[in-house]
């Protein structure tokens, strides 16, 4: 099978060849934990790892627990709150992922909503340093996830192409495919 043949396996192949050891990263939608698995096997220094929902962050410590190294685990912060606020901390950062929509097997009424992840994005932005990146995974098979995606594009096409480099993907011969956007900062 191809690599390239799901959104998820596309975006870890990104955030692998981004991260490089002692670098900081952030899960701004654990979810069920299993992107925050993925990150914190890379060669991190610190993972933070957030979601709004009680349930989210405990099914993903119970994922980390089950599939990390005690020194693995150590380097993951999870914090129960949503992504309009990072703490202070979270500065210099290399990768920034968003898995946008509901918690599968969850509670469709509580996905992502587009102006919150509007606001979390432009706090993103700030946050990161230069090289780092925000790779978000956006759902537009829902109203709430085509109209998060489309607004998602409009911002990010504003963005000054000296300072931020942006690219799109979806598979265009699948219906209402899911698709990723990965924003990279050139400078300052
Ligand atoms: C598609 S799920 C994430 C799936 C996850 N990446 C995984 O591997 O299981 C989206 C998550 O975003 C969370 N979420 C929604 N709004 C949020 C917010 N404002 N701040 C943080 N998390 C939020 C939801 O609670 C849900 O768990």
Redesign the pocket.
Known sequence: MSPFRTHLKLAHQFWESLILPGDLAV??????????LFLAKLPIAKLYA????AA?IAATRQRLVEGLSASQLAKVQLIH????HFPEEIHNVKLIVY??????G?DKS????TE??LA?LQLALERLKTGGAISLTCYPGHDEGAREEEALLAFVRSLDKKLWSCSYHQWINRKQAPSLLFLQKLYP
Do not use: E, K, W
């Open positions: 899960d701004a939608t654990c979810g069920n934990g299993h992107d925050t957030l979601d709004l929902q989210a709150g949503s992504h309009t898995n946008l929509g509901y918690l599968p969850g509580l996905t992502t909503r919150t992840t979390s």
